[in-house]
């Protein structure tokens, strides 16, 4: 069974929505980088700001999750504060880091 990428629950193998939160299914692409502690606050704005990313996962140096950030469509100023704290008290533990984004598919690329 699939899992929905934005709640996490498992989903029928046929379902275009996800049941649980209404998630469209089928529609992400993910992409990992690793980064300097320095530049991850830096890269986490740049990224929210981007608009198609919908989860942001930080690891540490072992692959073990530190942070995983689920971004929404109208997410606010205000909303980003808390997140980007959170997101500096990481950078402050780790040296390096890598971080696993989910973006929406770009309709338009596809041919």
Do not use: Q, W
């Not at 690793?34 to 930080?58: A, F, P, Y």
């Not at 997410?75 to 008290?89: D, F, K, N, S, Y």
């Not at 929406?104 to 690329?109: A, H, L």
């Amino acid at each position: 069974m699939p899992v929905c990428a934005e709640c996490g629950k498992k989903v029928p193998d046929d379902a275009a929505y996800c049941p649980y939160c209404g998630f469209r299914l089928g529609n992400t692409l993910k992409e990992e980088f690793t980064i300097s502690s320095e530049d991850l606050v830096k890269k986490v704005k740049e990224l929210i700001h981007e608009g198609n990313v919908r989860r942001i996962t930080v690891k540490d140096e072992e692959g073990k999750t530190m942070l995983d950030l689920p971004i929404s469509v109208g997410i606010i100023g205000i909303l980003i504060a808390p997140m980007l704290a959170a997101v500096g008290a990481v950078a402050a533990i780790v040296t390096k880091c890598t971080i696993e984004i989910e973006r929406r598919e770009d309709k338009s690329s596809i041919s």
